[in-house]
């Protein structure tokens, strides 16, 4: 597939977007999410997304005991695939994979409905960042880095796979679409600090800019760890720019949109960015 041929050889289907707020208790934070994807799934969502770490906030000691190797995992990941498959659902969520180096991988999964690992995606570009009047974040210090892009099929086309501060370099989702995506997901706990400023803007400007859907999953609100508060607002934008689902600032709960690969075609078509491209 070219970028800017208009992608359209999925069926429009419906994604839905978790919203949660997690902790350093991992079996409430996968209880809270199988709750949230069975009802997204029985609303009539074909795949659902899940935050970043939404199995854990917390301390990196009480992190590293967790970590799970992938693809095989552990009793995690065998959570997640009873999510996926129990619902009948394409599941695509962030994970703390354990890396070779003793660090871990900030991982962005999609699991098929048979509950198998489909696609990996290991984040590139790490958060260390000081905060003024919000934390100070050195994602570095415990997790190692990808290098690769990645997308992955679903039914209602390609998705490219993402993980939060990726969403700052505008040069991945490029690359991603150049792949064949016509969607992109950003599974996120993004920091209120920076959310509410920046948050729409950058999802809105990726999908403007790729003419793709963006499928965000979100965090919200406090951890209870490291003054960490994120920002919430799950949302999809569609490939003109619009955002056609979003949860509010805080509360679990999810949203819902229909993915149409037509849309996009539609969009390309009209407006041939991608294909007008000549650097």
């Given amino acids: ?30 209880r809270v999410t199988g709750d949230l994807v069975a009802r997204a799934a029985q609303a009539g969502a074909g795949a659902v997304f899940a935050p970043e770490a939404f199995t854990f906030i917390g301390p ?27 619902n009948r659902v394409h599941f695509v969520f962030g994970f703390h994979e354990r890396a070779p180096d003793g660090r871990s991988f900030n991982t962005c999964v999609h699991l098929d409905p048979e509950g198998q690992v489909a696609a990996l995606y290991r984040k590139i570009h790490l958060f260390d960042v000081d905060l003024a009047d919000g934390p100070r974040l050195l994602e570095s210090r415990g997790t190692a880095p990808g290098n690769s892009p990645v997308v992955t099929e679903l039914p209602f086309g390609i998705l490219g796979l993402s993980v939060c501060y990726d969403v700052r370099f505008p ?11 016509i969607a992109l997901t950003v599974p996120s706990a993004f ?44 949302l999809i934008v569609d490939p003109w720019g619009d955002v056609v689902a979003e949860c509010p600032e805080s509360g679990d709960g999810f949203a819902i949109a229909e993915i149409d690969p037509g849309r996009v075609q539609k969009v390309r078509r009209e407006l041939p960015s991608l294909a007008n491209r000549n650097i």
């Fill in 191 to 234: 920091t209120r600090t920076t959310g509410r400023d920046h948050w729409h803007v950058l999802l809105r400007a990726r999908a403007i800019e790729c003419q793709a859907y963006v499928i965000a999953p979100a965090q919200y609100g406090e951890h209870g760890h490291a003054n960490r508060i994120s920002y919430g607002h799950s």
């Fill in 1 to 30: 597939m070219v970028a800017g041929d208009g992608g359209a050889a999925g069926t429009p289907s419906k994604a839905a977007v978790v919203q949660m707020c997690a902790t350093a208790d991992v079996h409430k934070n996968l």
């Fill in 171 to 181: 040069v991945l989702y490029q690359r991603l679409v150049d792949l064949g995506a």
């Fill in 60 to 86: 990196g000691r009480e992190r590293a005991k967790m970590l799970e190797p992938l693809p095989g995992g552990g009793p995690v990941l065998e959570e997640c695939r009873a999510m996926a498959a129990d």
